[in-house]
């Protein structure tokens, strides 16, 4: 048996003491690593303004302007629809209208005709008037020389007081006629005819509504119709969105809100677009969304939304993207 020399063993016990350390260290390190809390990604989306067009009245489609895709301008015809009883009611509207406006018309006019028979009229009755003053002239002078007798001198009398009221009628029938209609008649002759025109304009406004419009620039993303299908009002026709007024929408849970307010700024990742996008906080909601929370051992984390709108146009970017803040706020 071999004998170790005395100095080298205690130089074997070193080394081997110093692998061991290494040992030890290296996988500290790796236990580190590997339990270490990791940078806090926070997942959101890209959001737009959406709307979705629907018609006002029922009709049956007899045009569509654009599908599915395209790309259109605020004022661009989308639909056009038909409803034969709207011109129907229009074509109703309009003749009481024109039979309104007559009305009114007729009672603003004096007609001359009207004004020479009543002068006529009221000539026959001064006429008879003074053929009756004068047989009353003649009965009360032969009266006073017992040819007539009293009873016809009173008969006289009361023929007299009978044209004398005619000649008053004559003369208010023909104040009446010159006059022509009542400052009252006249009023609601007109009003008449002003609601025949509001029921017009309605009956224009239904006949408008059957062409559909796009209400903003954007993007047709659905289009629920077809060539002769029959809608009802409300009836939703087209969904259009405004990617260019897109904005990212997170829901941050309240212990990652420190610091952050509206006018902040914030690095978004897209990876759809492979970039990063600078972008400005424009809404914290001040209420959290209580459908979105994570249980913790002393209290309930709640969430709120964040929006942020990039602060240059972004090309590609589009509604339904993922939106990434990959450090966190």
């Known amino acids: 048996m071999t004998d170790i020399p005395p100095t080298t063993a205690p130089r074997k016990a070193r080394l081997a003491y110093a692998v061991l350390l290494v040992i030890v260290a290296a996988v500290a390190v790796a236990i580190w690593a590997l339990t270490r809390p990791g940078p806090v990604v926070i997942q959101g989306e890209v959001a737009a303004p959406r709307v979705d067009v629907s018609a006002r009245i ?46 009114a018309a007729a009672v603003a006019v004096i007609r001359p005709e009207n004004v020479r028979a009543a002068e006529a009229q009221l000539a026959a009755a001064q006429a008879d008037l003074a053929l009756a003053r004068d047989a009353q002239q003649r009965n009360i002078a032969l009266e006073s020389r017992g040819v007539r007798s009293q009873a016809v001198v009173e008969q006289g009398i009361r023929n007299l007081e009978a044209a004398e009221r005619q000649v008053d009628a004559a003369q208010a029938q023909l104040d ?14 007109k009003a008449q005819a002003e609601q025949a025109r509001a029921a017009l304009a309605q009956q224009q406004a239904n006949l408008d509504d059957l062409q559909v419009y796009a209400p903003m620039d954007g993007q047709i993303t659905g289009r629920m119709i077809e060539m002769g299908e029959n809608i009802g009002p409300g009836a939703p026709l087209f969904t259009l969105v405004q990617p260019a007024d897109a904005w990212f929408t997170f829901n941050i849970r309240e212990d990652l809100l420190h610091g952050v307010e509206v006018g902040g700024t914030l690095t978004v990742r897209v990876p759809a677009l492979d970039r990063d996008v600078a972008a400005t906080v424009t809404l914290l909601n ?32 589009r509604p339904g993207m993922s939106a990434l803040l990959p450090d966190g706020l």
């Open 176 to 189: 009446l006629v010159r006059a022509g209609a009542t400052p009252e008649q006249r009023a609601a002759a």
């Open 58 to 103: 029922s009709g049956r489609v007899a045009e569509i302007g654009a599908d599915t895709g395209d790309s259109v301008t605020q004022g661009q015809l989308l639909v056009r629809l038909e409803n034969p009883q709207l011109l129907t009611a229009y074509g109703q509207a309009e003749a009481a209208l024109a039979a309104a406006d007559s009305n």
């Open 286 to 317: 001040i209420q959290g969304d209580f459908a979105s929370w994570r249980a913790t051992g002393d209290f309930d984390l709640r969430s709120f939304e964040l929006r942020a709108t990039p602060d240059a146009p972004v090309e590609g970017l």
